[in-house]
């Protein structure tokens, strides 16, 4: 199994983040996509990823959440250099119209801008989408079309914009979300196919049930593989096996 995104360089893991680790591989877990959604978190996530080689990757970007103070010449620079260290993916990055903590027109340029990038390093990007469906849709479909690749992380949006993402030739990928019982949507965890499926804890947050409202980590991955092959009428075994293959093709992970 893989873990396409959690925030292992989150301060909720400073006490016992090699004991996180070490839970994660006993559980099964062949990698983890360490993901820096700040600077100062890529930072931070490098340093991870470098005390595990062949395990834990990161990534680099500016989530939308902080859009207001993104500096095209500073932080693509920024993020440019992690990618030239081996940083996987830029992000993340997106569009949350949910919270509005930044300026809905700062988060269009900040993500438009690590889109070119990507695009210029040829590097897939991790987008984060919330009740931005329309925007997201326009930008997902252009970038597509610019052949960048990318994954929608955590997806709880409409069939339509899944369908956008899966035409444009990106990946969607489904966190414990699925797990709680107001989920209620197995149509859509069906409209992926097996080819562009991946998986994710998003740990620290949104931890699957039964440990829900508690500290995620990477261990509880096998809860939402079980969830997504019930409602798939599959087995773990296989969404597991899809989904890290699916891990590797998109970020270019070592089989
Ligand atoms: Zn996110
Ligand atoms: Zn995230």
Redesign the pocket.
Known sequence: MIDSHAHLADPAFDEDRDAVVRRAQASGLRGIVCIGESLAAAGRARDIAQRAPGLVWWTAGVHPHDAAAFDAARDLSAIRAHIAEGAVAVG?CGLDYHYDHSPRDRQRHAFAEQLSLARELVRPVVV?TREAEDDTTAMVEDAGRAEIRGVM??FTGSPALARAALDAGWFVSFSGLITFKRWTDDELLRLVPDDRLLVET?APYLAPVPHRGKRNEPAYLPLTIARLASARGSTAEHIAEVTSANARVLFGLPT
């Open positions: 993340e984060h992380h955590c998003d």
